[in-house]
């Protein structure tokens, strides 16, 4: 037996050795289910924004229905991203500080009452309306953004190390539920309103198109968040301390054991003499400012970071050319021809084809081979994958919009869908959760995932505004460098991604020790210790 065998502690072998058993897949559910809610709660407000607009910026003097002006869409839409980056930077910090399972009911709680709050956004004025909404979905991405480092945290310190990233990726796979879910619960509210109230179109009665009820829609969609986080909230207390973090960070074996005993269902020694031996010789005890974190995890973080922040440029932009793709081949027709119902219906309708199609799949994927192939692989292959079809849709951008080629067009945009999710959106919210010491894991992934949100932000506002025509720009914006140059722009984003991976190590196979260099630390001070008193 290898001596940091030898010198490490039981129950983390056991951890690493154990089979896939019941408690691994009741974690991937408690974990998985926040992603779920985070997901319904982030991507629903994208299906119900052209409904704001009607119901509170319709000008009836004017042909068209209302719709949000940019400053106050770009608010709504984006003043959650800003909300989940703070959130992963405090609760990242927190979840080192006071452990993963104390924090983790917290960041359920605010997304329960922010959900409802979001939805009861009552006013007299639109622009109160909005504000009240604006301050609710900040704070409910505050509580997102927690759930980011303190569910891959918890997955990858619960399980084996053999199946480590297949099910640190499920709990981020079911992400794609959560989009799908938010899709499928606004089409089934928008038909049963519709089937309810008979609204004529715009063009035919300007009052009618919009009735009262119409108010109603949004505000359910986004207050029915809460009931996947509400139904979650007993098993993520029920779920003990990871031993990772009671042993390492606590160093408290006597209880990581106690507590991997029940859950393994396996007998665990009190390992209390050989903590206090290792937490006597200091082992591993660097901070995150120190010159030896630098030197030893500096260009993993700058790694990690970078690709996440690149990835998310990308990933957000998509949305982008959605509304060609949506218009081209005639799912959602003009405004004015359908009442504030039908537009909602043929919003979600079509935003569910496309996470049925390419969004779903590419994540399940991912699971299933990110164990076989490793996460480098797989990461690699999806940033050159979609710069080559960023490209693809960029050089003959003019050819796909053109009458008879919308198919194509659509092909290629689900595809690039298919690997992000098969490839980085997947892999940079794995990898830091794998290859960090233990007591700084959680602000490690934190900053990680808060660069990655800083990203969004770029992809889906700084885009917004740079992929206008610079000739006929959408109303309220200014000319920019249009949709074909934003794409060039966002290849050349993914090839660095590609390039950035190489400074992120593979984690496939190895402990969480290994790759943080805990284990290497342990053998070592041993090896030191046992020379001491022979020099003496």
């Known amino acids: 037996m290898a001596r940091s065998e030898q010198q490490g502690l039981q129950v983390l072998s056991a951890l690493d050795a154990a089979k896939t058993q019941w408690y691994h897949f009741t974690a991937i559910v408690v974990a998985g289910m926040g992603f779920f809610t985070d997901a319904y709660d982030l991507f629903c407000i994208s299906l119900v924004t052209k409904l704001l607009g009607r119901i509170y910026y319709t000008d009836l003097s004017k042909p068209d229905p209302g719709t949000l002006p940019p400053g106050v869409a770009a608010a709504v839409n984006g003043v959650a991203f800003c909300g989940t980056l703070a959130g992963q930077l405090f609760f990242g910090w927190l979840g080192d500080k006071m452990g993963r399972k104390s924090v983790y009911g917290m960041t359920l709680i605010l997304m329960v009452i922010c959900s409802i709050g979001s939805g009861l956004s009552f006013a007299h004025t639109p622009k109160s309306v909005m504000a009240t909404l604006c301050f609710f979905r900040f704070w409910l991405g505050f509580g997102i953004g927690g759930d980011y480092p303190?569910?891959?945290?918890?997955?990858?310190?619960?399980?084996?190390?053999?199946?480590?990233?297949?099910?640190?990726?499920?709990?981020?796979?079911?992400?794609?539920?959560?989009?799908?879910?938010?899709?499928?619960?606004?089409?089934?509210?928008?038909?049963?309103?519709?089937?309810?109230?008979?609204?004529?179109?715009?063009?035919?009665?300007?009052?009618?198109?919009?009735?009262?009820?119409?108010?109603?829609?949004?505000?359910?969609?986004?207050?029915?968040?809460?009931?996947?986080?509400?139904?979650?909230?007993?098993?993520?207390?029920?779920?003990?301390e990871t031993a990772r973090y009671t042993a390492l960070v606590a160093k408290n074996a006597k209880l990581a054991a106690a507590d991997m005993s029940k859950v393994l269902q396996v007998e665990l020694e009190d390992e209390t003499?050989?903590?206090?031996?290792?937490?006597?010789?200091?082992?591993?005890?660097?901070?995150?400012?120190?010159?030896?974190?630098?030197?030893?995890?500096?260009?993993?973080?700058?790694?990690?970071?970078?690709?996440?922040?690149?990835?998310?440029?990308?990933?957000?932009?998509?949305?982008?050319?959605?509304?060609?793709?949506?218009?081209?081949?005639?799912?959602?027709?003009?405004?004015?021809?359908?009442?504030?119902?039908?537009?909602?219906?043929?919003?979600?309708?079509?935003?569910?084809?496309?996470?049925?199609?390419?969004?779903?799949?590419?994540?399940?994927?991912?699971?299933?081979?990110?164990?076989?192939?490793?996460?480098?692989?797989?990461?690699?292959?999806?940033?050159?994958?979609?710069?080559?079809?960023?490209?693809?849709?960029?050089?003959?951008?003019?050819?796909?919009?053109?009458?008879?080629?919308?198919?194509?067009?659509?092909?290629?945009?689900?595809?690039?869908?298919f690997f992000a999710n098969f490839g980085p959106n997947a892999t940079t919210f794995v990898v830091p959760a794998e290859i960090f010491p233990a007591r700084l894991r959680s602000t490690c992934h934190g900053i990680s995932a808060a660069a990655g949100k800083a990203g969004a932000m770029i992809g889906a506002f700084g885009f917004l505004y740079a992929a206008q025509d610079p000739h006929k720009p959408d109303a309220g914006y200014r000319p920019g460098i249009g949709v074909r140059n934003s794409l060039f722009v966002l290849a050349g984003v993914n090839l660095l991604g590609f390039m950035f991976t190489f400074l992120v190590p593979e984690a496939n196979g190895k402990s969480l020790e290994e790759m943080s260099g805990e284990a290497q630390d342990n053998e070592d001070q041993a090896r030191a210790a046992a020379v001491q008193p022979s020099t003496a």
């Open 273 to 417: 003499e050989k903590m206090d031996e290792m937490v006597s010789r200091g082992a591993n005890d660097f901070g995150l400012f120190s010159p030896q974190f630098a030197r030893r995890h500096g260009l993993h973080l700058v790694g990690t970071a970078t690709t996440w922040f690149l990835l998310d440029i990308a990933f957000y932009s998509q949305n982008l050319f959605q509304k060609d793709i949506f218009t081209s081949i005639n799912w959602i027709p003009k405004a004015r021809t359908m009442s504030a119902l039908d537009e909602v219906f043929r919003i979600s309708r079509a935003q569910t084809l496309i996470a049925l199609c390419g969004t779903v799949p590419g994540y399940w994927f991912t699971v299933f081979l990110i164990d076989v192939v490793g996460r480098f692989a797989i990461q690699l292959m999806g940033f050159f994958m979609m710069t080559v079809f960023m490209l693809g849709l960029a050089v003959p951008y003019h050819h796909w919009t053109t009458p008879g080629n919308q198919i194509g067009f659509v092909v290629m945009y689900a595809f690039t869908f």
């Open 150 to 240: 303190l569910s891959a945290t918890i997955m990858s310190e619960y399980a084996n190390k053999k199946t480590r990233g297949a099910f640190i990726a499920a709990v981020f796979a079911m992400q794609g539920f959560g989009i799908l879910a938010g899709g499928i619960v606004t089409l089934i509210i928008s038909s049963a309103f519709r089937a309810g109230f008979h609204e004529p179109a715009y063009q035919d009665d300007r009052v009618a198109s919009t009735g009262t009820e119409a108010d109603f829609v949004w505000r359910i969609i986004l207050m029915l968040g809460a009931v996947p986080a509400l139904l979650t909230y007993y098993w993520r207390m029920k779920m003990p």
